[in-house]
Every structure is written in C-alpha cells, then in structure tokens.
C-alpha cells in the first residue's frame, strides 16, 4: 500500500469512529444515570427513563403520579403497617394488639371516634379526655394492620392549600399527610412534622413546640394564606 493510500485509509477510519460516537451522544450515552437506572440531562437534571423517584430515596409507581408506601415524610395515616414512629403522620407507631407478633400499625390522634372513621381498618378513639387526645385502635380484635405499600400519599407541598375532610380522608392529597388550619387563615394548608427550622423551608415557617408527641411547621404570619 503506497503511503497516500495509507493515510486516506486512516483519515476513514477516524472520521467512522467519530460519527459512531456523536450517535451515540445523541442516544443518551453522555447523560448521567441516576439509582433507578434513568438518564438525567446534565444541563436541565431531568430525568429520561428509569423509574421516577419521590426524592427521598425510594421509587415511585411509575404508572401512578403518587407514591406508594410511608413516603419521604412518613405520611401514613392509622391502620397501615409501619416499623417506627417515622413513617407514621402522627409519628406513632403501636404495637398491634391481638394481631400477629411484633406487628405494629399506625395511630391518629383523636378526641372522638368520628376522628377515626374513614380508614383502611375499623376504629375507635380509646384513651380521649377533655385535656387528652386519645389514639385511633381497631374496634375487634384480633385485627391485622394494612400493608404500607398498598398507600398513596399526596403530591401538595408544604404551604400549599388542601380541602379538610373529616376523619382519616382529612390530608390525604398532601405529601406528608397531614391538612392544618393555623391562627388566623382563612384556608388550610399541607403541613409537615419538623424537628428544627430546617424542616421548614421557605421562610415562612418555624417549627412548632410539641403537642402529642410531635412538633408542626407553623407560618411565620398569623394571617399567611396558603398557595395554590
């Protein structure tokens, strides 16, 4: 092979390995991946593929545009399974009762049984008085808790407007399961458990004292209205 024929073979060469790795660029080889396997686009983050995630580490139901399970700040309403306080909205998780050894469910606080009505299991308001919550306990034992992976919990942030409802249903469209009216406002707003400021974020909350074995992110404003 004469030496201009060599480099022309070369120059080829070069220029086929250059387009096979441009198209690979453009099929998504240069995107990062995240946990679940999806690619995310250094410049805008966004996902492309995988299994969408609901920002606390666990995977979400792709085919649902809620999370499946506690969620990332332990949205759990009474009657659902739960291993600790955490993943519980009332952050508390009890023993259950009759039911199967070391199984332990989630229980609302309440002042009466119409606050316990509504939930995956049948309940009651046991320990209530007029200075103390009580706590929502199945009605019949033996009973069996509901598993957590069979809960939707909300989408609506903190500071954004929810619709109260009565007994279990009252939060359910916030990601942290809980629908508070605070001081002066005129609606209600998704809230979340805190334990110091930075659980609050924004600026327009600071987190509550304690009251029945957990503190609130509460609005700065006694009159802050809620977004939509």
């Avoid at 580490?57 to 499946?68: I, K, M, Y």
């Avoid at 600026?203 to 609005?219: D, I, K, M, S, T």
């Amino acid at each position: 092979m004469s030496p201009r024929n060599a480099v022309s073979v070369l120059l080829l060469s070069c220029l086929t390995a250059l387009m096979v790795r441009c198209s690979s660029f453009k099929d998504g080889a240069a995107l990062g991946k995240d946990d679940d396997g999806g690619a995310i686009d250094p410049g805008t983050g966004s996902r492309e593929g995988g299994v969408p995630s609901d920002g606390g580490g666990r995977p979400e139901d792709a085919s649902d545009p809620n999370g499946s399970g506690p969620g990332p700040l332990g949205a759990l309403p009474s009657g659902y399974c739960c291993t600790s306080n955490e993943e519980c909205r009332s952050r508390n998780c009890i023993e259950l009762a009759g039911g199967s050894a070391g199984q332990k469910m989630c229980a609302d606080g309440c002042r009466s049984d119409d606050h316990c009505k509504g939930g995956p299991i049948t309940s009651r308001c046991a320990g209530a008085t007029t200075s103390q919550d009580g706590r929502c306990e199945p009605a019949a034992s033996p009973a069996a808790c509901i598993p957590a992976d069979q809960f939707r919990y909300g989408v609506k942030e903190l500071g954004v407007c929810c619709s109260p409802k009565s007994g279990q249903a009252n939060g359910q469209e916030c990601k942290s399961g809980l629908c508070s009216l605070w001081n002066e406002m005129t609606r209600a707003m998704c809230d979340r458990v805190c334990t110091s400021i930075d659980d609050c974020p924004g600026g327009a909350f600071y987190c509550g004292p304690p009251e029945n074995g957990r503190r609130l992110c509460v609005p700065n404003d006694r009159k802050y209205e809620c977004r939509e």
